[in-house]
């Protein structure tokens, strides 16, 4: 399995509350990823990261932001919780722009 | 805009009895087909990804295959193990970064 580790694992938090969800990894690989996956829907992109300090936005990125300052580190931001955020997060990684991504085991966010 | 349509939804099969889901696919330059598999609770597992038209890939009782299309995942004599959610994706040369699911294709292998 790929090392990839997400925190927290499920959070829930108020509407208008910032959140940030961290994903990890250990296998040094260049391209991040984050998605939400929600019922109806495929998984969609919100942000990609392809090194060190370089994001860009996805299909779905309105209302969230990103960082990675480390390799191994991407960070997810909400800056002001909506309820249409509730959804699984994932992150994933991959070695190649054009290879196949491996996924973390998600976080389940919930907005009250 | 890449769109990826998989059927069906839901597919129920009799343990050893074989069966193929569906991935049909619009893509401005195709830069690869992905299959993964996504257990309840927990992140996809990436499976196969293919190229070009006429390429096939095997994994256990998995075969993946391409056309200009589509794409067929074969099930082969499947167990209860099998049971999973199964995602299909595309990427194409418009995004390269970016890959685009289907909304999946829910198995259940019945002993």
């Known amino acids: 399995d790929a090392g990839i580790t997400q925190s927290p694992r499920h959070k829930v938090t108020e509407t208008g509350t910032p959140v940030t969800l961290r994903c990890h990894q250990t296998e040094n690989h260049r391209y991040m990823y984050w998605y939400r996956q929600d019922p109806g829907h495929g998984l969609r992109l919100i942000h990609y990261?392809?090194?060190?300090?370089?994001?860009d936005k996805g299909e779905v990125s309105d209302g969230y932001s990103v960082s990675r300052s480390k390799t191994e580190d991407f960070l997810l931001t909400l800056e002001s919780a909506t309820s249409s955020q509730t959804s699984v997060y994932f992150c994933?990684?991959?070695?190649?722009?054009?290879?196949?991504?491996?996924f973390g085991p998600g976080t389940r966010l919930t907005v009250t | 805009e890449d769109q990826v349509t998989q059927s069906p939804e839901a597919l129920r099969l009799q343990e050893g009895e074989s069966s193929s889901l569906n991935c049909s696919y619009t893509v401005s330059g195709l830069r690869g087909l992905f299959w993964y598999r996504q257990d309840p609770g927990k992140g996809p597992e990436f499976l196969f990804t293919l190229y070009s038209a006429g390429e096939e890939k095997e994994k256990e009782r998995l075969k993946a295959t391409l056309t200009k299309k589509e794409s067929f995942l074969h099930i082969t004599a499947p167990k209860p193990e099998d049971s999973a959610t199964y995602l299909c994706a595309v990427r194409s040369g418009a995004g390269s970064y970016q890959l685009t699911f289907g909304k999946g294709t829910k198995l259940s292998v019945i002993p």
């Open positions: 994933a990684i991959s070695e190649f722009d054009l290879g196949e991504q491996y």
């Open positions: 990261s392809y090194g060190v300090k370089d994001t």
